[in-house]
């Protein structure tokens, strides 16, 4: 059983989704700490030859506040109307705008003022989209021990959660031991996303966009085979 654990994001990019289609379970951090300035509500779009930084507006919250604790702004429906607009300029005359703008307009309708709940809805409806079926699993309905931290932490959830393989992002090579998760009986491997380059109708490609810009250029079968564009390691 592959499991992976992530906090969720805006629209994350291609690898996020690389992640969640190679494991069997994912869980989403909504309960880890907010990073101010992070990218949790934020990411980039397309826009004019040019990569432009989106961003969900929240209420004000202390740097100790969790994911799930924090809102989104009273202005946010301003702020969707806004972006939808900034969506259609940008992604209009995209060869599959149409296919995708649809699902998009339900992704950003909340459906309770925590953007956590928001968040976790956007990425349900893009695996959707992208008929990905991994199981999604919020961290905070998991009885797990809220006093581990970091890599302890992980390896108390994939025992919980009945996993015998964690799947990380590259990035945290130095955060977790493969000795540690072996005398638990845990497999550990780093998912290290390949070059992936696509038509953007620009003259240079911009990578590492939002989903947003992978599902406006290619239709799904192409998607797809984005999705095995890694190296594990």
């Known amino acids: 059983m592959k499991t992976g654990i992530?906090?969720?994001?805006?629209?994350?990019?291609?690898?996020?989704?690389?992640?969640?289609?190679?494991?069997?379970?994912?869980?989403?951090?909504?309960?880890?700490?907010?990073?101010?300035?992070?990218?949790?509500?934020?990411?980039?779009?397309?826009?004019?030859?040019?990569?432009?930084l989106i961003s969900v507006p929240i209420?004000?919250?202390?740097?100790?506040?969790?994911?799930?604790?924090?809102?989104?702004?009273?202005?946010?429906?301003?702020?969707?109307?806004?972006?939808?607009?900034q969506l259609n300029g940008a992604y209009g005359k995209a060869p599959f705008y149409k296919d995708v703008i649809g699902m998009l307009e339900q992704a950003l309708s909340p459906d309770s003022e925590l953007l956590s709940?928001?968040?976790?809805?956007?990425?349900?409806?893009?695996?959707?989209?992208?008929?990905i079926s991994t199981e999604l699993i919020k961290s905070s309905q998991i009885p797990k021990d809220n006093e581990l931290k970091a890599e302890k932490r992980v390896i108390d959830i994939n025992k919980i959660l009945n996993s015998d393989h964690y799947i990380n992002p590259i990035g945290g090579?130095?955060?977790?031991?493969?000795?540690?998760?072996?005398?638990?009986g845990l497999k550990l491997n780093f998912l290290k996303t390949k070059t992936v380059v696509?038509?953007?109708?620009?003259?240079?490609?911009?990578?590492?966009?939002?989903?947003?810009?992978?599902?406006?250029?290619?239709?799904k079968e192409e998607i797809k085979k984005m999705l095995n564009e890694f190296e594990l390691i």
Do not use: A, H
């Open 198 to 219: 696509y038509n953007q109708n620009i003259p240079n490609f911009i990578s590492n966009l939002s989903i947003i810009d992978v599902m406006m250029f290619n239709d």
């Open 173 to 184: 090579t130095e955060l977790y031991s493969r000795e540690n998760f072996e005398k638990e």
């Open 59 to 85: 209420k004000k919250c202390s740097y100790l506040t969790l994911i799930n604790e924090v809102s989104i702004s009273d202005d946010y429906l301003n702020f969707r109307k806004k972006l939808l607009g």
């Open 6 to 52: 992530m906090q969720p994001y805006f629209f994350p990019y291609l690898g996020y989704f690389q992640l969640i289609n190679f494991c069997d379970q994912f869980v989403l951090g909504d309960d880890l700490q907010y990073i101010q300035r992070g990218w949790v509500n934020r990411n980039r779009i397309l826009m004019n030859g040019k990569d432009v």
């Open 117 to 131: 709940d928001l968040l976790i809805k956007q990425l349900k409806l893009v695996c959707d989209f992208l008929e």
